[in-house]
């Protein structure tokens, strides 16, 4: 039985004639040979990889929208230009879309960079496959939806990727599909993440995200909604929603984290406290800078 007829055992659930796209932004004007290389190797062949360039750094909310409309799978895929997708990653993924009915499926990185590594170890993703009610799967480097479910979004809302998220525009699309009762699967397949970093580039890469979660943040409110994307002293821990814990908050960001034995030396743990303060700047910036109505 061959890796295509596996994920095709339920026809009631996905097409007879499956095809898969993988889209892939670059600002680069090489491409992304390690990339792929990778998908190159699939267990499970793609129909179709396109490789959207952005030379103009319009974001990757752009490219990857571009890729929608060039695309022509039912399965779309989603990587990036410094990630390598193990073998078996698009065959595990619509399988679990497959098994749960599901309208997309995602997992996490392994990554290269120590001090990144070392940071992702410590939050604790799922070492289990599971419907995913608090957020996991918001990684666009490693995530496959139904190309129908993201039409649907489209239709109601104007766009798929919202280009006004700059940052963390992947959890706000995973959130926007659970807000409207969508299904999406965590996946213990996890995809390398090539990205090596410098403390100025670990500074401005945490700067950025806290920018991403001030939007979600306000996307939050705006909308009312009681789904939360992720957990945070900002709207729960615990997958249900609560008043945001702003002296905690406050403290840990620019004061703590005092995590100094989850990290292999000091200098990673200075790194990382630096970079706490940083992002507490970033979500500053970030509670300003864009018309919350921009944010939906």
Not at 117 to 142: K, L, Q, S, W, Y
Request: proline share 5%.
């Amino acid at each position: 039985m061959t890796p295509r007829q596996r994920v095709l055992k339920h026809r009631n659930t996905l097409p007879e004639k499956l095809r898969v796209s993988v889209i892939i932004p670059t600002t680069g004007d090489a491409p992304p040979h390690a990339t792929l290389a990778a998908l190159a190797r699939q267990s499970l062949a793609p129909d179709e990889v396109l490789v959207i360039h952005d030379p103009d750094r319009r974001g990757s909310g752009w490219a990857r929208n571009r890729g929608i409309e060039k695309s022509s799978g039912d399965i779309l895929a989603f990587t990036d230009d410094d990630c390598c997708p193990p073998d078996n990653w698009l065959e595990k993924m619509i399988e679990a879309i497959e098994t749960h009915d599901a309208d997309g499926a995602g997992g996490t990185y392994i990554e290269d960079d120590p001090l990144l590594r070392e940071i992702r170890e410590n939050r604790g993703f799922p070492e289990a496959e599971m419907i995913d009610t608090f957020g996991h799967v918001c990684t666009t480097g490693n995530v496959v939806y139904r190309r129908e479910s993201l039409e649907d979004l489209r239709a109601d809302e104007g766009h798929v990727f919202n280009e006004a998220f700059r940052y963390s525009q992947d959890s706000h699309l995973a959130w926007r599909l659970r807000v409207r009762g969508k299904k999406l699967v965590y996946v213990p397949t996890h995809v390398r993440h090539l990205r090596r970093v410098t403390v100025t580039g670990f500074l401005r890469l945490q700067f950025n995200r806290g920018h991403g979660i001030a939007l979600l943040y306000r996307a939050r409110r705006y909308s009312g909604s009681t789904v939360t994307h992720q957990a945070s002293l900002l709207w729960g821990n615990s997958g249900a929603p609560s008043n945001p814990r702003w002296i905690k908050a406050i403290w840990q960001k620019l004061i703590g984290p005092f995590i100094r034995s989850a990290f292999s030396s000091t200098s990673h743990y200075l790194v990382f406290w630096l970079g706490e303060k940083s992002e507490c700047l970033g979500f500053l910036w970030g509670i300003v800078g864009v018309p919350t109505a921009m944010l939906m």
